[in-house]
Each structure stands twice: as C-alpha cells, then as structure tokens.
T-cell receptor, first 113, second 113 residues
Framework: SAVISQKPSRDICQRGTSLTIQCQVD?????MFWYRQQPGQSLTLIAT?????????ESGFVIDKFPISRPNLTFSTLTVSNMSPEDSSIYLC??????????FGEGSRLTVL | AQSVTQPDIHITVSEGASLELRCNYS??????LFWYVQSPGQGLQLLLK??????LVQGIKGFEAEFKRSQSSFNLRKPSVHWSDAAEYFC???????????FGAGTRLFVKA
C-alpha cells in the first residue's frame, strides 16, 4: 500500500482567489487521481494525472479551473482557480495499484467564503 | 451506463447488533467491487474487494461482503458492530488499474450504545 500526504489539510479561502493542493506519495506511481467530495456527497473524479503527459479531465471539469501538475512520479498538485463558494469541498488525492484498489490521502478541506 | 446505488443514506444500529449495508451496481463488464470506509476528517480506507473466485470475501475490521451476480449486489455485513465502526461507507465499482472507479453516494452508519 502507498502512504499519501496532502497539504494543506484544510483552508479557508476568499472568493476569487486560487489555492494549490499538494500530494506526496511515498513510492513512485505512474498514475494519480484527484477527486472532489462536496459536502454530504460522494466522490467525483476530477482528473487523472500521469507523469510526463497532460492530465486527463472528466466531463464537467476543465484545465483552466483545475490545473494539475505532475513533475515526477511521487508528486502532484491540483490548483482550484478563481474559487467560489461552490468549490467548497474536500479534495482527495488517490493512487491505484494494479488490482484497482485505491489509496487515499486524508484530503484537503476547502471552505470558500 | 455504469453506476453504483447505495439505497440507504444512513443507518443506525445498536452496538453489538449485526449490520448489513446494501449496494447495487450496473457495470458492462466483470466488475471489480470495493467497499471503502471514511471516518470523520479522514480519507478513504479500503475495507475489502472482490475480483473473482469465492463470492464471500473477508475484509479488515471483521467486515465481509457477498457478491451476487444475479442480483447485481455486493452487500457489506458485520455480525457485531462496535462503536468505532461509526463512519461513512462507500461501495465502488471499477476495473484493474483503478481506472474510472465509480463510487456510490455512501451510507452513514450511526452506532448507539
């Protein structure tokens, strides 16, 4: 299993600002996923981040709003741009193993005022 | 379309009582099925998984789940619930490599003394 660290664990942000969430994995992984969990909701996949290529975004999510970097095999960032209160969510980084099991960080809880 | 349905938004059981959380799925191919648990303020942790073979699978913390292909179900059970089991439980369906894992809406478990 992988150990995943996310920063920040929580933050309160002002409308119109941007915040970058960092995800560090204790081993090299090809693929990393970013999920959003809105209050009281399930997880929705935002994008898949592969090292050495552009992230692949799911329907309803765009690069301008959620730019992702993947500079190496152990690290990724997700930026939430031009935030509005609707972006208040928990953002989760996840890595899979070959069996399809997902390992998650503890999440970054964003509150946008 | 692929989907996961957890019919119960929340369930309350007494400590020591048995538990069953329901999950139904719709998936085009042979599914990889998972149950994850999310404790307050935490990321998700894998409880158990089913890929093939014995349809009754054992997981961590005394949980088990049974795959019933004819009913497209993967219900989670525990014979005796502990207060520490109070959490949110997510059923998920996916494929090898973790691609396109779809999560159910979750069932919040409350345990009363």
């Amino acid at each position: 299993s992988a150990v995943i660290s996310q920063k920040p664990s929580r933050d309160i942000c002002q409308r119109g600002t941007s915040l970058t969430i960092q995800c560090q994995v204790d081993s090299q992984v090809t693929m990393m996923f970013w999920y959003r969990q809105q209050p009281g909701q399930s997880l929705t996949l935002i994008a898949t981040a592969n090292q050495g290529s552009e992230a692949t975004y799911e329907s309803g999510f765009v690069i301008d709003k959620f730019p992702i970097s993947r500079p190496n095999l152990t690290f990724s960032t997700l930026t939430v741009s031009n935030m509005s209160p609707e972006d208040s969510s928990i953002y989760l980084c996840s890595v899979p193993n070959l069996a399809g099991e997902l390992f998650f960080g503890e999440g970054s809880r964003l509150t946008v005022l | 379309a692929q989907s996961v349905t957890q019919p119960d938004i929340h369930i309350t059981v007494s400590e020591g009582a048995s538990l069953e959380l329901r999950c139904n799925y719709s998936y085009g191919a042979t599914p990889y099925l998972f149950w994850y648990v999310q404790s307050p303020g935490q990321g998700l942790q894998l409880l158990l998984k089913y890929f093939s073979g014995d349809t009754l699978v054992q997981g961590i913390k005394g949980f088990e789940a049974e795959f019933k292909r004819s009913q497209s179900s993967f219900n989670l059970r525990k014979p005796s619930v502990h207060w520490s089991d109070a959490a949110e439980y997510f059923c998920a369906v996916g494929a090898a490599g973790g691609f396109k894992t779809i999560f159910g809406a979750g069932t919040r478990l409350f345990v009363k003394a």
